[in-house]
């Protein structure tokens, strides 16, 4: 594990380059945080620690309005350049054969932004997508996504308040085959489950990691 400091303009800010815990492709992952938390949230290490172990590097880092420990999000704008940034010193640093961009709900909206702009990417992996806001549906935030090109995964809970399957499906419809969709079934958000479901949290996370090492393994990531 490495810990960098990496400026961003003016300001700087951390991430976290942890390398793959068994044999991978050289196929590294910037992850991104939701609006919500930070790097070392407990979300982003059982994320981190999933992926390690099917062979993929990954470098968490904190937005800078969380690096600054202020619960208000910077500016989408100011989101990107941050994830540019990391994603910069990890090629420079790592120099990887391959890379992926995406992250948590929030994190994730920004690197979908950047790949519908075209950013030099092999992939991009969005979990919890947040397709809209809580409770207001009719506030879509699908307008770039049939822009994109790059190999795409997205997975979200069947319970996720803020993204409706119903929606999410028609969405889908308009996408290339270049977009992957996986529902978690009975999970919310946060990928939570109910204990009436059968299933724990631990459940969910192990079928995130195969989700992904499947479709990792379809385009040679």
């Given at each position: 594990m490495a810990e960098w400091r990496v400026s961003v303009g003016g300001e700087t800010t951390t991430a976290i380059f942890e390398p793959a815990a068994a044999?991978?492709?050289?196929?590294?992952?910037?992850?991104?945080?939701?609006?919500?938390g930070h790097m070392?949230?407990?979300?982003?290490?059982?994320l981190s620690e999933q992926l390690r172990s099917r062979g993929i590097d990954i470098v968490r880092f904190n937005f800078l309005y969380r690096e600054k420990k202020t619960a208000r999000p910077d500016p989408m704008p100011v989101?990107?350049?941050?994830?540019?940034?990391?994603?910069?010193?990890?090629?420079?640093?790592?120099?990887?054969?391959?890379?992926?961009?995406?992250?948590?709900?929030?994190?994730?909206?920004a690197a979908s932004?950047?790949?519908?702009?075209?950013?030099?990417?092999?992939?991009?992996?969005?979990l919890a997508y947040p397709l809209h806001p809580a409770g207001k549906p009719e506030q879509l935030r699908d307008a770039h996504l049939a822009k994109i090109e790059v190999p795409t995964l997205c997975l979200n809970g069947t319970r996720d308040a803020l993204c409706t399957r119903e929606l999410m499906d028609r969405v889908i419809g308009k996408l290339e085959s270049n977009w992957t969709m996986h529902w978690l079934e009975g999970a919310d958000h946060s990928f939570h489950v109910l204990k009436s479901s059968g299933r724990t949290d631990s459940d969910v996370?192990?079928?995130?990691?195969?989700?992904?090492?499947?479709?990792?393994?379809a385009y040679t990531f």
């Open positions: 044999p991978g492709h050289g196929t590294l992952f910037i992850c991104a945080h939701g609006a919500g070392s949230d407990r979300a982003m290490l059982a989101l990107q350049r941050c994830l540019d940034a990391v994603a910069v010193h990890a090629r420079e640093t790592i120099k990887p054969r391959r890379l992926i961009i995406g992250g948590r709900s929030m994190g994730g909206r932004m950047m790949a519908a702009d075209g950013y030099a990417c092999d992939g991009l992996l969005l996370l192990t079928e995130v990691g195969e989700a992904i090492a499947k479709w990792g393994q």
